[in-house]
């Protein structure tokens, strides 16, 4: 039985493009009240008018995950909030020592930081609702449980974000907030083709046992199913969605 959202809230953070975009053409799909929160309001706005043109519901607001009080203003604007999907990244590809401290200190900010601010905040609406909810995070199949070679900040940022969710989940599940994280692989988004060049991409691309990178849809189904009432009994797991990247030894 495919999961229905009809009458629920659903955030979604960097639904501007990439996955994030995914999930808040699905969550539409399947009945849901979407919003998208992201610092690219123009690309958001596109998201919207696709949701829209086939009829169903969206609104986009300019949002940067890393302000704070923006955010808890952001949160406190809703009634109710069902569902709070953390799909905001960004990634760099560098080793410790070309790792600026500036680019350190942004990516933390927006990966881990931000998902932090984020959660903070919309578990405080869901609790004051008193009706449950449930969050998905962003984990990454580099990041989840092991590294990889010059991504130090990025994975640093990711198994952060790997841990926060477990602990957020130990926390909050006695209020009926289920907190869980997806950790894609290599996906073809416009992200991971902005900081590789065409022969790093095939290179990397023949490493994973399927021999091609994921579609945004693949991580964004898996979300959508965590966030319904199916997932239910899911609690404080990071699922893979990495076409067997993290299954293979070398």
């Known amino acids: 039985m495919k999961p229905t959202y009809s009458g629920k809230t659903i955030v979604i953070i960097g639904g501007a493009s990439g996955i994030g975009r995914e999930c808040a053409l699905l969550f539409a799909q399947h009945g849901g009240n979407v919003f998208i929160?992201?610092?690219?309001?123009v690309e958001a706005e596109k998201t919207?008018?696709?949701i829209q043109k086939d009829g169903f519901k969206a609104k986009a607001e300019k949002l940067d995950i890393t302000d704070s009080k923006n955010v808890e203003r952001y949160f406190n604007s809703f009634i109710t909030i069902d569902i709070l999907v953390n799909a905001a990244s960004v990634l760099v590809l560098k080793d410790a020592i070309e790792t600026t401290i500036e680019e350190w200190l942004r990516l933390i900010s927006i990966n881990l930081t931000g998902t932090?601010?984020?959660c903070k905040y919309a578990i405080t609406a869901m609790k004051k609702a008193n009706k449950?909810?449930?969050i998905i995070n962003f984990s990454s199949s580099t990041g989840n449980y092991d590294a990889a070679p010059n991504s130090v900040a990025y994975v640093s940022s990711k198994g952060g974000v790997t841990?926060?969710?477990k602990a957020l989940a130990s926390d909050y599940a006695k209020y009926g907030i289920r907190i869980?994280?997806?950790a894609p692989g290599p996906t073809d988004t416009a992200m991971i083709r902005e900081c590789m060049s065409d022969s790093e991409l095939e290179r990397l691309q023949s490493t994973l046992p399927?021999?091609?990178f994921g579609h945004p849809r693949d991580v964004a189904n898996v979300v959508l199913f965590l966030a319904s009432e199916e997932a239910s009994f899911i609690n404080g797991a990071i699922i893979a969605v990495d076409g067997g990247q993290t299954a293979k030894i070398s």
């Open 37 to 41: 929160a992201d610092w690219n309001i």
């Open 48 to 50: 919207v008018e696709a």
């Open 116 to 118: 932090f601010i984020a």
């Open 132 to 134: 449950g909810g449930s």
């Open 163 to 165: 841990l926060l969710t």
């Open 180 to 182: 869980n994280a997806v």
């Open 210 to 212: 399927t021999r091609k």
